[in-house]
């Protein structure tokens, strides 16, 4: 596999090769325009590996995006605190950051900028046809810049901000455990789901704020048991619990809330899970 690297640098014109299944190309000239709030100069380099520009993304169908963007003037670390992926104006999901990338840091010579990649699972349907994805990388002091990837979605795909099997509004699943798992009882437990308000705007993120957990039983209610609160990976939540603290019956009924801070909404999805005993 080869993942191409586009430097502001012109040191870097030449191809460095990487012990591993990858290889990184440093070659110069930066393609990351000015976006909302940019000021000072353009020192970023980095590409969207996935999709790839003029790939054909299957419509209705979930799709990642990622890549590695770095602002070279950092001091100890790649520069980038968010990253966003548009269709238009709408956002269509928050990617994960500071991803390890060592071929990036090997190309670069700089150690700090391993942490330079991005990855979004996008769950969102957008129209079929030719369309154009905008990735926006936000850094603490100069604002955001952003790169632009063209790719052909098939028959399928809905309206911008309408996942696909879903209605617009305040959407809030389970994935895992599901009432077909046997949890194992230790310590070591984790609730995993998808959480996302399609009517949100770029600067109310994925349009959730909140997502938390309760066992047998809503919560307030008398014997209801508090699970924890979900930690955000884009749209992608996870708790952390202890199984072993409930497996003294096998069957239990999850409850799971989401708050949307667009509408300041609640969501409620139920599950039945079964722990070993």
Not at 23 to 43: E, F, M, R, V, Y
Not at 48 to 53: F, K, L, R, T
Not at 163 to 181: E, H, M, W
Request: negative net charge; without cysteine.
């Amino acid at each position: 596999m080869h993942i191409r690297v586009f430097g502001l640098l012109m040191v870097l014109a030449l191809s460095v090769p990487l012990a591993g299944p990858a290889q990184a190309q440093s070659l110069p000239g930066g393609d990351w325009s000015p976006a909302a709030g940019a000021a000072g100069d353009n020192t970023y380099v980095g590409f969207v590996d996935q999709p790839a520009s003029g790939a054909s993304i299957p419509g209705g169908a979930s799709f990642n995006v990622s890549g590695w963007i770095v602002d070279t003037s950092a001091d100890g670390w790649a520069g980038i605190d968010g990253v966003q992926v548009l269709l238009g104006s709408s956002v269509l999901g928050q990617a994960a950051v500071a991803q390890n990338r060592p071929d990036v840091a090997a190309a670069l010579n700089n150690p700090f900028f391993a942490a330079s990649g991005f990855q979004a699972v996008i769950s969102t349907a957008i129209p079929a046809g030719q369309q154009t994805l905008t990735v926006v990388a936000h850094t603490p002091g100069k604002g955001s810049w952003s790169k632009q990837v063209t790719v052909n979605v098939g028959g399928g795909g809905g309206p911008v901000g309408v996942p696909a099997g879903a209605t617009t509004g305040l959407v809030l699943k389970i994935v895992s455990p599901t009432s077909d798992d046997l949890i194992v009882a230790n310590n070591n437990g984790t609730i995993t789901g998808l959480a996302y308000d399609t009517r949100t705007r770029a600067e109310l993120g994925i349009g959730v704020d909140h997502v938390s957990a309760y066992l047998d039983g809503p919560a307030g209610q008398a014997g209801s048991q508090f699970l924890g609160d979900a930690t955000f990976n884009g749209d992608t939540w996870t708790i952390t619990w202890q199984p072993t603290h409930f497996n003294h019956v096998q069957h239990h009924i999850l409850w799971v809330y989401a708050h949307s801070n667009v509408t300041g909404e609640q969501a409620l999805v139920q599950e039945e899970i079964n722990i070993a005993h």
